[in-house]
C-alpha cells in the first residue's frame, strides 16, 4: 500500500509518537511517520524519534517566522497528515489556512466536556461518571473540530489524576492510530 506521510508534534513525553512509531511499521497501517516536530528541545519524545532515525526538528517558537520554517520543513517532507501529540502549542490561522491537508488531534477528555489545559483535575473535581479521549480534526477553535473517535472508561471511587491518566493513555494508544485508519479507510 501507498502510505501518506505524516509529521507528529510534540513538547514533551512522547509515549504516543513511540506508540504511533510502532504502529507505523504494519505494513497496512496508513502512514510513515516520516518527520517529528518539537517546539521543547529537551522533550523526551525527541529521543523516540533519534531512536527509530526518524528526522526531527525543533522549533524555537520565539522566533516570528517559527511556523513559516515548519510549513516549509513540511512542504520538504511532502506531508499529508499531522498528528499532534500532546503538542502545547496553538496552531494559528495562519497556518491552518497555508497548510491545507489533515490535521489531528488527541486530547484527554470526551469532547467537547473539558476542552483545554488541566483535564483530569477538572474531570475529578466535576464528579464525572465516564471519561476518555477523543480524536479530533483542528480547526481553529482549542479542541473543538470534528470528532473522529472516543473512547471511554467508568471512572472508579479510588481513582485519582495518575490514576484517570494512566487509563487514559492506554486508551489513547488505541484511539490514535484507530483514527488514523479510520480516516484513510473513509477517503
Ligand atoms: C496525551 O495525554 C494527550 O492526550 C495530551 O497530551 C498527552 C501527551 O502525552 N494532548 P505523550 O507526550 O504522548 O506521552
Known amino acids: ?6 509529521c507528529i508534534f510534540i513538547s514533551g513525553k512522547g509515549s504516543n509518537l513511540k506508540n504511533l512509531i510502532l504502529k507505523s511499521r504494519d505494513y497496512n497501517f496508513p502512514i510513515k511517520i516520516k518527520l517529528v516536530i518539537s517546539n521543547n528541545k529537551n522533550a523526551y519524545g525527541i529521543f523516540h524519534a533519534k531512536k527509530n532515525s526518524i528526522p526531527y526538528l525543533i522549533v524555537n517558537t520565539k522566533l516570528r517566522n517559527f511556523e513559516y520554517l515548519i510549513l516549509k ?35 484527554p ?5 473539558f476542552k483545554g489545559l488541566n483535564t483530569y483535575s477538572k474531570i475529578l473535581k466535576n464528579n464525572e461518571i465516564k471519561t476518555g479521549c477523543t480524536v479530533h480534526y483542528v480547526n481553529e477553535k482549542i479542541d473543538n473540530g470534528k470528532i473522529i473517535i472516543q473512547k471511554n472508561f467508568f ?9 484517570i491518566k494512566l487509563k487514559t493513555q492506554r486508551l489513547e494508544y488505541k484511539a ?4 488514523i485508519i479510520k480516516i484513510y479507510r473513509n477517503f
Open 1 to 6: 500500500m501507498v502510505k501518506k506521510n505524516a
Open 73 to 107: 520543513s513540511l512542504k520538504k517532507n511532502k506531508i499529508n497528515l499531522i498528528c499532534l501529540a500532546g503538542y502545547m502549542k496553538i496552531i494559528s490561522k495562519n497556518f491552518l489556512s497555508k497548510f491545507n491537508k489533515k490535521i489531528i488531534n488527541i486530547h
Open 109 to 113: 477528555s470526551l469532547l467537547p466536556k
Open 155 to 163: 471512572i472508579d471511587s479510588s481513582d485519582n489524576e495518575n490514576t
Open 176 to 179: 490514535f492510530p484507530e483514527a
